[in-house]
């Protein structure tokens, strides 16, 4: 069982940044191949917006954030970072971090195991 806990939300305005982290806990990463990042607006399906392999720390991202958002890892402390910049009132959704154990289409929310409460991202124009 791996648990996973969200931080970092928060209203921000326009073209500003936010960072957000997802701890691991449990059996953290023993297995683990992907750890993602989701998001969900309101009356919206949850959308795939970033993802890394763990053990090889090869990155993905939705075209929608691409040169904006930055997915990294730090193993030593089981946590997955999400620095968001140049944020848009169209990223404002709650971000939700998930662990995968097994392989395939990164982008796949069923494709994950473990998810996290959520954390809230509200961008004002």
């Known amino acids: 069982q791996v648990q996973l806990v969200e931080s970092g939300g928060g209203l921000v305005q326009a073209g500003g940044s936010l960072r957000l982290a997802c701890a691991a806990s449990?059996?953290?990463?023993?297995?683990?191949?992907?750890m993602g990042w989701f998001r969900q607006a309101p009356g919206k399906e949850r959308e795939f917006v970033a993802a890394?392999?763990?053990?090889?720390?090869?990155?993905y991202y939705a075209d929608s954030v691409k040169g904006r958002f930055t997915i990294s890892r730090d193993s030593a402390k089981n946590t997955v970072l999400l620095q968001m910049n140049s944020l848009k009132p169209e990223d404002t959704a709650d971000y939700y971090c998930?662990?995968?154990?097994?392989?395939?289409?990164?982008?796949?929310?069923?494709?994950?195991?473990?998810w996290g409460q959520g954390t809230q991202v509200t961008v004002s124009s």
């Open positions: 998930a662990a995968a154990r097994s392989w395939g289409e990164i982008r796949n929310p069923g494709l994950y195991d473990y």
């Open positions: 449990g059996r953290t990463t023993l297995g683990t191949s992907y």
């Open positions: 890394i392999i763990w053990r090889q720390g090869t990155t």
